[in-house]
């Protein structure tokens, strides 16, 4: 079995609210547990970042069922790569919204404090996603 990682961005649709959320990651959550898919959802008003790790076939059967979701558009992958590990192996779906705190990363890894997952490469949108990992993890332990 491979594993791989995929990193995708897309816009949230208009009307998007708080119980959208909730179900995404809930189902999510569920899903990702039955299927041996780990990874890093991060959310603004505006955008989806999402980082998925698994096997080859699991993260690809996900992505598609994202691409056919109508809470976003504008899915667009940044990053797709065979890993010889996970990263995210102890979350079925770890969840960071914006606020203050990502606010230095998001400046670190783009041009701006402002959350556009667009306006990053892969390899930004990856950094960034363990940088906020990381940064999770310390405040935990």
């Given at each position: 079995m491979f594993l791989?990682?995929?990193i995708y961005a897309s816009k949230i649709?208009?009307?998007?609210?708080?119980?959208?959320?909730?179900?995404?990651?809930?189902?999510?959550?569920?899903?990702?547990?039955k299927t041996h898919v780990t990874g890093m959802l991060?959310?603004?008003?505006?955008?989806?970042?999402?980082?998925?790790d698994g096997s080859r076939t699991a993260v690809n059967n996900t992505y598609q069922q994202i691409l056919n979701d109508k809470r976003h558009h504008n899915v667009i992958m940044l990053n797709y790569t065979q890993i010889p590990e996970r990263e995210f192996e102890k979350w079925s779906m770890g969840y960071v919204?914006?606020?203050?705190?990502?606010?230095?990363?998001?400046?670190?890894?783009s041009g701006s404090v402002d959350f556009n997952p667009f306006k990053m490469s892969g390899e930004s949108a990856h950094l960034l996603m363990l940088a906020l990992k990381d940064s999770i993890t310390g405040a935990i332990s």
């Open positions: 791989v990682r995929l649709t208009d009307g998007f609210g708080p119980k959208d959320i909730e179900n995404i990651l809930q189902s999510a959550r569920t899903y990702n547990v991060c959310f603004s008003n505006k955008y989806f970042l999402q980082c998925l919204p914006q606020s203050r705190v990502t606010e230095s990363l998001n400046l670190k890894f």
